[in-house]
């Protein structure tokens, strides 16, 4: 017996939206320049005959969500065709509930099914990620649940409870074998910060092609009003806290990275810094050597390191290494293998004791991560798939609502600020950093609180409509 709430989706449209880099950004072994954004708006209809409209959007990170040796062009356009065959499948999906149990069935019943079809259509060895099929569904997950909340007039946050939802967590998660945990009687909402705080800090990321001082500038760098060395742009956000990309195969280079950016962030008052070996690491000894030294050279610089995030290879259960070595010196967080719960209970396992979450790999899945987490004694982070546009909306909610360990990554204002200068004009707290922070008062109303209705966008025309 299901609820007088429940919906199920009648229709999808799907925008795609390019977007330009100011400067590059280095993924790995590849570096990002351009990317495509889809947007997606689904109705849906609930048992009385009313109707609602959703929004949401992901940016195509091709070159995180697909590393691989298939030229950037192939990758991105089986990408975007992923994208019109989502379209279709979400607007026959006949599935009812809360938008956590339709999406959650989505995957479970349709998105694996889809991912095979698109592989057997890809030259022989090459197989579009897991992740790469999540992020193209996470733009209509992310409308799905902004069109329950606007159809009920509330905001979303507020739905993830008995009094919306028909099953509870223990309907979707597990506990691990060694914990004395219950999933029975207990909802997403109740491992939610009930009176979140609007401002956050926002992490700023030092990419691997980001010049640190003057002696690294080449003379290609943008004139554009926009700061380009690192000390630039503390001063003028009053950063706070900051992200270091590293390589994970120079230890030399790393080493000298995390010390140069440390001190410019004491020059300058931050208080926090993190690493990211990009997924390069396979053996453990390079962090805890890299860790170490630095704890015996530069000890307020160790202090001041507050996580290591994902060193090891995407591929977890390929890829079983015990990284307990590197979690007894700092926290070790998951990003790229955290795809669900039943990773990030994998992870715990190997050593891990954090997760990064992102909600380029569905709200849903997000949510009940991070439930799994919470009632495991997991410290959570929301990390940045460099959102621009409405993106970066459900992205700084995530991180207010679950309560991360220091605020949330936002790096969107570094790489291509002025392609959100609409979403900007309505909501200049999400779009800059002040004081080392992003401020989000200004969402209001039901679903995400875009008030997409004061937002001046044009979009294109769609790519695809498609419905009942």
């Known amino acids: 017996m299901g609820k007088p709430t429940d919906i199920r989706v009648e229709s999808a449209a799907l925008y795609f939206l390019p977007v330009q880099t100011r400067v590059p950004l280095k993924f790995g072994h590849e570096t990002l320049t351009e990317v495509t954004c889809a947007r997606v708006a689904l109705t849906v209809r609930d048992g009385q005959g009313r109707t609602a409209q959703g929004w949401g959007e992901t940016p195509l990170s091709v070159q995180w969500v697909w590393p691989g040796a298939l030229p950037y062009a192939q990758r991105h356009e089986a990408l975007r065709a992923f994208c019109v065959e989502l379209a279709r499948a979400w607007a026959d999906f006949t599935e009812v509930g809360h938008p956590i149990e339709v999406g959650h069935a989505f995957q479970a019943d349709v998105l694996a099914g889809l991912l095979d079809a698109r592989n057997r259509d890809l030259p022989s060895g090459e197989r579009m990620p897991w992740l790469a099929a999540l992020v193209c569904c996470s733009a209509y997950d992310i409308a799905l ?68 001082d003057g002696s690294e500038l080449t003379g ?12 630039d742009w503390v001063r003028r956000d009053g950063l706070k806290c900051l992200k270091i990309k590293l390589r994970g195969h120079d230890a030399a280079w790393d080493y000298d990275r995390l010390v140069r950016v440390g001190r410019i962030a004491i020059e300058h008052d931050a208080l926090w810094l993190s690493s990211d070996f990009n997924c390069t690491v396979t053996d453990p000894s390079y962090v805890t050597e890299i860790l170490d030294r630095l704890m015996v050279e530069h000890p307020r610089l160790f202090g001041m390191l507050l996580y290591v995030e994902q060193p090891f290879p995407y591929e977890l259960q390929e890829h079983r290494i015990d990284v307990h070595s590197v979690s007894a010196r700092k926290p070790l967080f998951m990003d790229e293998s955290a795809h669900d719960w ?46 621009p546009m409405l993106a970066q909306i459900p992205h700084v909610l995530l991180a207010a609502y679950v309560g991360t360990i220091a605020g949330v990554e936002t ?30 008062a200004t969402l209001q109303g039901p679903g995400f609180g875009y008030r997409l209705e004061e937002i001046q966008r044009a979009l294109p025309e769609p790519a695809i409509t498609c419905g009942r």
């Open 342 to 387: 039943h990773l990030v209970r994998l992870g715990r396992r190997l050593g891990w004791t954090g997760v990064a979450l992102k909600t380029c790999k569905t709200q849903t899945g997000a949510l009940l991560a991070a439930s799994w987490a919470r009632a495991h004694g997991m410290t959570l982070m929301v990390q940045d798939l460099t959102n």
């Open 220 to 231: 290609v760098e943008p004139d554009d009003g926009y700061p380009v060395l690192l000390e």
């Open 145 to 212: 649940h902004d069109a329950f909340g606007r159809l009920h007039d509330v905001p979303i946050y507020a739905t993830y409870h008995k009094q919306f939802m028909n099953r509870d967590l223990a309907a979707f998660l597990e506990p691990a074998d060694d914990a004395e945990v219950s999933f029975v009687g207990r909802y997403p909402g109740d491992d939610l910060v009930t009176d979140p705080p609007k401002r956050l800090l926002a992490w700023h990321l030092v990419g691997g092609a980001d010049p640190v």
């Open 411 to 440: 790096n969107g204002m570094q790489f291509y600020p002025e392609a959100s200068a609409a979403e900007a004009a309505v909501h200049p707290g999400l779009y800059t950093r002040r004081g080392g922070c992003v401020d989000w």
